[in-house]
């Protein structure tokens, strides 16, 4: 199994363009998540699946968008890149994504920069 | 809202045991995770606590007291590699547990 994989592992954009950070798993896990990780603040979720077809936000998900077509892919769009999204992003999915113990699994992560 | 409080630095000698606290205000949770993050890395999960009490896994131990809206992650015969970020996370129960509320984190300092 590889997990959770995401690419691009790094990428540069200009303020205003737009990309797609790719997201897969191979453990036909239900629930998938994107976070963002900024120094010092932890992870914060940006939007959430529960299956295919199912799609909700986090707690930030404004300037970015989300869908899920099949189980195991899950990629976040970037509409119009500003400077303010310039992070680490980590994807992450685990069996259920509810009630009790349910380990999440992360991705490498994508080191994104905005200019 | 929800929100986790962690101490932002620890440091502590190896072979020691170390205390990581996290305290949180929250409307309600299935159970508390930790999660750690090395320097460059994804964080990978350590322990659970659905339950008050103590969780043990190894060297390291997790605590759960909902009554004191605390828990701790208790790490036991500190080695170099465990210098690392600590974070402890929740699952928010009035969204089915769908939505996991993160602290910021607490960086480990390991000493020789």
């Known amino acids: 199994n590889a997990g959770v994989t995401q690419t691009p592992k790094f990428q540069v954009l200009k303020t205003g363009q737009s990309m797609t950070l790719q997201c897969a798993q191979d453990?036909?896990?239900?629930?998938m998540s994107w976070y963002r990780q900024d120094p010092g603040m932890g992870l914060r979720l940006i939007h959430y699946?529960?299956?295919?077809?199912?799609?909700d936000q986090g707690e930030v998900p404004n300037g970015y968008n989300v869908s899920r077509s099949t189980t195991e892919d899950f990629p976040l769009r970037l509409l119009s890149a500003a400077p303010s999204q310039t992070s680490v992003y980590f994807c992450?999915?685990?069996?259920?994504?509810?009630?009790?113990?349910?380990?999440?699994?992360f991705g490498p992560g994508t080191r994104l920069t905005v200019l | 809202g929800q929100s986790l409080e962690q101490p932002s630095e620890v440091t502590a000698v190896e072979g020691a045991i170390v205390q990581i606290n996290c305290t949180y205000q929250?409307?309600?949770?299935?159970?508390l995770s930790w999660y750690q993050q090395h320097d460059g890395g994804a964080p990978t999960f350590l322990s659970y606590n659905a339950l008050d009490g103590l969780e043990e896994t190894g060297r390291f131990s997790s605590f759960l007291s909902r009554s004191d809206s605390y828990g701790y992650l208790l790490l036991q015969e500190l080695q170099m590699k465990d210098s690392a970020s600590y974070f402890c996370?929740?699952?928010?129960?009035?969204?089915?547990?769908?939505?996991?509320?993160f602290g910021a984190g607490t960086r480990l300092f390991v000493k020789a």
């Open positions: 996370a929740v699952r928010d129960l009035n969204t089915g547990g769908f939505k996991t509320i």
């Open positions: 699946s529960v299956g295919a077809g199912i799609t």
């Open positions: 929250t409307s309600g949770f299935y159970g």
């Open positions: 992450a999915s685990s069996y259920s994504g509810g009630g009790a113990k349910d380990t999440q699994y």
């Open positions: 453990m036909n896990h239900e629930y």
